[in-house]
Every structure is written in structure tokens, then in C-alpha cells.
């Protein structure tokens, strides 16, 4: 390898293993070291060397018998709303502070050793389990109950939420690629406030089984790496049809890396996305959009151009209510998934209880933290007899009339670009007692996630003081390999996603 094994990315990695150009163990061995340190970032929720170096050992030794695959031996991190059987399993709560899974969740087995009984997974070897947002509830990792995560770029800064850790660990290099989970942004907004790559697939693209859940009907595991380069061969491993999961699609998994090199018609040298008709819905560029977002996301829209592409205004006209609609949405099916722990089934139960009902209630306010406190009593709320009409009834309504709204869109355009939030990452503590100001900062991740739709986050340049910003693109159903494929050509003339932040 020519750089230091910690900085290639799962691309180089893969070559540099199938070379025999470094070892999954000594990759592992180097790569534990600089997760154990963690360089002050609480990235990381659990990490067991012992169990590390036994996968790269049997990863090296399949690559010795002639059965490696592309991916075999290169470290992957899981958030740790992931079941694992090898790891604990928190979501970032004191109610799950020492659960261990029986299983593997399925993202997890495929790709590392496989399904039981099934085929075989792409052997990347787990460096561990990354911080959180408890129940993947939040946009800055501050709701963990393990601490909040810091930000590589500047260590006051909130890292986005709510696959914090999993982004923090990318950007600072200790570890090539991460698993995520996004359910209204949280793939999408921390990579781009760490300046890393991350993409949220169609829903039902990944398989929930094993995904602790949090809104069923959103929720959604997807790559977060360097580049696109990378997600593509993260995202053909984990995809796919999983009979264990009612709502995954019934598509075998498709191969997006071949889908990068795949030219489109009509590109020739240096415009690459000819014929590509990108969408800018006029409502993600409002007055009130940070300087810092607004110049990095029109100059990467400017290169955009430069590669073949072609600007088109569209609109979505009811981006706004995605706020009220995902947060009666989410809460709802939450309050709902909540309910198993109970102090009976799982995890956490009070030690001192009068009658059942009293155990109940101290096991879950004991266990739960305040923003998912306040999601179970919302939820609770619009779902109630007399209210259900009035909210969570509406809230279906407008989740179809967003869906419509996209699809008007994709009658003018490829792929709809804008910004992934209107600011790059706060200071940690800013928003901490305002839950109010951190829903607003969902406003452009939440359209695509009522509509199912797959949308990625690509760094886009960085503001004044040095913070990253992140181009959101959100395509049709199924179009995630257009996504990358368009990713990775702003990728090839442009450096943002090679940057790294101080120190790392
Ligand atoms: N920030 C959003 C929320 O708090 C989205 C979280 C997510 O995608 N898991 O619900």
C-alpha cells in the first residue's frame, strides 16, 4: 500500500488485500489501535479486540483457500441500532445498556460472514459498534445515552445525527466505511456535516431485520463512506431481498459498482452526465439558507453543469409540511414500536417496584431519555381516539400528496438536487433545549424519506470557517445506482471528499 493503511478507502483496501499488499489482521490490528484512541471523539460505543482479530483471521484464511470476495478483510463499523451477537446492541439508550442480540442483524451478516444457512457474506471484518442517537431519534448525537459525538472538523461542533458516530469515525479516518440508518435524514445530514459520503436506498432496498426499529415505515440502513466508489461496494453487499423482512423488495441485489463504470448515453470525454436533467425544487433554496450552504451547493451544482449535466427548475410545493407530517408520522409508529420494552422482554428493568403496572412505568422512565420520552407521549397523542383523524389521518393524506409532488418532479428531471440542511453543523449544546429548532433542520431530508425515495448526501466544498457542506440527491424509486453513478462523477473532478479534517 502506498498511504497508510488508515487512510485508503474500501476500494484501495480491497485491492491492496487481494494484492497481498497488507493482511486483513494487520489492517485490523492497525485500525483497532486508532478506534481504541478514538482522538476524543466518542465515536465508538463498544469495541472487543479479541472478537476483531478472529474475523480478520478467518477472513485471511478464506482469502488463503481461494474463497475471497471483493470485500474479504476490509473493516467495517456498525451503528449500533444493528443487532450483533458478537457486540452489544444499545441504540444509544440506557434501556438496552447491556442487551446482547441473539442474532446478527441481516446488514450485518451480509457483510461479514454470512446468514445462517445461508451464502456467504462479503467477510468484511466489524472494528465495532458506533454512538448514536438513542433510537436513532435526533440530528446532532447529543441524544445518545453514551455522550454526544464530536465533529473531526472542529470539536465543538455536533457531529449530525443520527448515525453521528458512524460519520465521525469515516471523516477521521478510523475506520474506511460505516453502516447507517436513516430514517428522516440521519444517513444523509451527519455525512454531510463530516464531509463523508452517505446514501439512504429506496425503502425496502435493506433488509430491517435486526434494525432496532423506530419508525417501520421509514426506516432505512444505507453506506456511509469516503466516496461513492465506496458506498457502491457497501451498498451490493447489503442490499437485496430478505424474506425476514415483510416490506423488502423482492429484487435480487444489484451490482452499483458496475453501474459507476457504466457510461451514459450520450456522454463522451469529460461530460460524463450528458443528458442528465437535474431538478432544483425551488423550496430548497429559500432566503433564509445558510451563505456557507447556499455558494458550496451552487458550485458543486456549477461542476455539475460542467460535467454534461442540465438545470431545471421544479418545485415541491409542500416541503414545508414534511415537518409536521414525519413528526406525527415518526413519533406515531415509535410510540408503537416502543412498546416491547416493558422491563419484562428486553433490557433495562427497574430495580425497585411496587405491582406490575408500577414496574412499567419506572423501568421505562428510567430507561428512556427525554426526547424519546417526548416520542412515545406524541405518538401516543396523534394516535388517540379522539385525535387520530385530526392529526395522524391528515399526516397519511400529505405523506401521499409529497410522494405525488416528487413524482410531477421526475416528469421534468433525472435526479432533484439541493442542499442536505440549511446550516453546517451547530455548536454542540446550541440546540439542546430546543427540540423544535432541530426538527426545523430536517426540512430538506424529510420529503424523500415520506416518499421512500433514495437520496444520498455528497460532499460539496466548506464554508468560512472550514465546515463541510453536503449536496443532497434524491432520485426515482430504484434509481440508487444513478445516484452514484452521478456522485462519483462530480467525485472524479472534484477533491471535497479526499480533504481531511485536522489532526486525522
Ligand atoms: N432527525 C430526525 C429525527 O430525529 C431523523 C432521524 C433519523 O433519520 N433516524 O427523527
Redesign the pocket.
Known sequence: MTAPLHEAGVAELASGLAQGRCSAVELAGELLARAQADAGLGAFLSIDREVTLAQARAADARRAQGLAGALTGVPVAHKDIFVTRELPSTAGSRMLADYRSPYDATVVARLGAGEPGGAPGAGMVMLGKLNC?EF????SNENSAFGAVRNPWSRDRVAG???GGSAAAVAARLVPAATG???????R?PAAFCGITGIKPTYGVCSRYGMIA??SS??QAGPMARSAEDCAWLLSAMGGFDPRDATSVEQPSVDYVAQLHTPREGAGAGRPLAGLRIGLPREFFPAGLSQDVAHAVRAALAELERLGATLVDVSLPRTELSIPV??II?PAEASSNLSRFDGVKFGHRAAHHGDLADMYRKTRAEGFGA?VKRRIMIGTYVLSHGYYDAYYLQAQKLRRMIADDFQACFGQCDVIAGPVAPTVAWELGAQAHDPIA??LA?IF??PA?LAGLPGMSVPAGFGTQGLPVGLQLVGNYFREGELLHTAHALQQATDFHLRRPPGA
Open positions: 442517537d436513532a431519534m435526533g440530528s445525527g443520527s448515525s440508518t436513516d430514517t428522516g435524514g440521519s444517513i445530514q423506530f419508525a421509514l426506516d414525519y413528526y415518526a426526547e432541530s426538527y430536517d431530508t424529510l424519506s
